[in-house]
């Protein structure tokens, strides 16, 4: 089954797709960027710098014994672990954690010499002595350096931060090494942690959440009006093309928009006023056709009657015969003549509300003033708005097309009833034998009779139910042509209800 949404929605999810597409693109790539000098690593970097930078400096100006405790207190405050790492990669001093051999290899090939770098191997300038020298202490412990001017340590070195591990976890190595005696060859300072903010020292997750939500919400309000414009103008479009399509040819589109929405809707509005003024003439021709047509029709029904008195016995059934032909096409053109009136009704017809009880009545005592298999059920506080001339005749079609077609196969049943959504059905029931599924679609059509309906005795001439439809959408109503439970054809009129049919309590249908 095909899910149907309205344009409105696709665009809006699409655009949705597209920047979710975005940023899982922008993620994978930050996620294969995560070692080395990457984005992530120069954020997070970035971010636990100055942290980092006070460890440093607290561990520098405390003796080697209280580094420990120190570490303790700085992982008390930031939820990470800290290491001291030599070169190579192995454990000198903190958290009892397995290091990745990804990370050794990293820090191996950091091993590089560079500006503030301690190469014990090749010194300090003579007569200088080393930057990070340590006094010996008492016990033989490293003891307070000698107070410097200017940064202790240099955080701008090579850093190094992956996800590594198993379980994984982030490593942030920070900056240059720790130089200093006692200490061995480029001691480093790791960082890990099991998320990747680690609580905001790393990455700071609700500013990225909030840009994202920004950029969002930018691009919906930027997107919304465009998108809401265009899907404004498509559905007026395709309201009115619904209305053309039921014959209500007076519709306009709204056509100011100078794209092609507007051009479209300017081509419809012109389509519409061609149609009109075709089906329009066309209909007037029928009903002054038929108009011309009656005075000849009644002049042969008189010479007729004239005729059969001075023709004998023998001839007299020729005369029958012929009269009636005429009175055949007098019928014909009598239905014509109702359809065109009905057709050329103006759509701002007087609206009037209308009593179906007392309308039903009239019908019947018209249509089957004798009917034995006629049920009625019409509440008599149920009215509906409509022309009393075009409401009458539709249900007088209706009846009688059910006499003529369905009498003598059981009861005809005729109920109304209030709807909901402001609508009052009147429908007419039978149990003859109904139509086709094929059929039943172009019931209605001006002319057209199904193929069981065409006899001379019950086939009429195929305008009954044009001229229901006619009368209905006069009415601002329509006809509902559906099969019976199980045999039969059940024809409904839709109408508009009153204020008094809505709260009188009048009964629903089945």
Known sequence: MTLRLPLFSRILIWLLLNLIILGG?????????????????????????????ALMAELRDRPMVEWERAMARFEEAYPVRVMLLREDGSLFLGAKLEVPAELALRLRALVQPGPGFDDRRSGPPP??????HFEPGPMGAPGPRPPRSGPRSSMGGARVFLRAGSPAKYWLVHGNPIRGPGLPRGVRMAMVSETLSAGGLFFDVQS????????????????????RGITRSVSQISAATERIAEGRFNTVVPEERGDELGRLGGAINRMSA?????????????????????????????????????????ARSYVDDVREEVRHMSTLVNELMQFSKAALKPADAEMTSLPLAEMTRRVVAREMPEATGLTVHVPEELQALGHSELVERAMGNLLRNARNHAAAYGPIRIEAFFLGSHQVLWRVVDSGPGVSESELGRLGEPFYRPDQSRSSDTGGTGLGLAIVKTCMAACQGRLELTRGQERGLVATLVLKSTSESRFTGASNGE
């Open 25 to 53: 693109t922008f993620g994978i790539f930050l996620w294969t960027e995560l070692g080395g000098d990457s984005l992530l690593g120069r954020a997070a970097g970035d971010r636990s710098q100055a942290p980092a930078g």
């Open 274 to 314: 061609r149609l009109e003024g075709l089906v329009t003439g066309q209909k007037r021709f029928l009903g002054d056709v038929a108009h011309e047509l009656c005075s000849p029709l009644a002049r042969m029904e008189m010479a007729l009657g004239i005729l059969e008195q001075r023709t004998d016995h023998d």
């Open 127 to 132: 007569g200088q002595p080393p930057e990070d």
């Open 208 to 227: 990225w959440f909030w840009a994202a939500s920004a950029v969002i919400a930018v691009s919906v309000l930027w997107w919304l009006p465009f998108v």
